[in-house]
């Protein structure tokens, strides 16, 4: 079954920097593209950064544009989110999304937390 594992994540100071992964299994990892998400307190998940299938495309939230970078290594079946010059306002439970034709799988996601 399709699964994704997070990990990553932790207290970093303001200005800091974190690196997130999420370990993919159960589906050929190369053929889709993937997504990083985040979900702050009483506020709705949003898209955080994308990149396609092979990697050649991205695409970030403008909150992130220069301080984020998705990448992917499709041999390790892992993508991975760089995060740099944090903010409080990055605060979140980041979330590792694949979406597989009809169906939407998410990781367990993991708590990213800026201290000012």
């Known amino acids: 079954q399709v699964q994704l594992v997070e990990s990553g994540g932790g207290l970093v100071q303001f200005g800091g920097s974190l690196r997130l992964s999420c370990a993919a299994s159960?589906?050929?990892?190369?053929?889709?593209?993937m997504s990083w998400y985040r979900q702050a307190p009483g506020k709705e998940r949003e898209l955080v950064a994308a990149i396609s299938s092979a990697g050649g495309s991205t695409n970030y939230a403008d909150s992130v544009k220069g301080r984020f970078a998705i990448s992917r290594d499709n041999a390790k079946y892992t993508v991975y989110l760089q995060m740099n010059s944090l903010k409080p306002e990055d605060t979140a439970v980041y979330y590792c999304?694949?979406?597989?034709?009809?169906?939407?799988?998410w990781g367990q996601g993991t708590q990213v937390t800026v201290s000012s």
């Open positions: 999304n694949a979406l597989l034709g009809w169906s939407v799988y």
């Open positions: 159960g589906f050929t990892f190369s053929k889709y593209r």
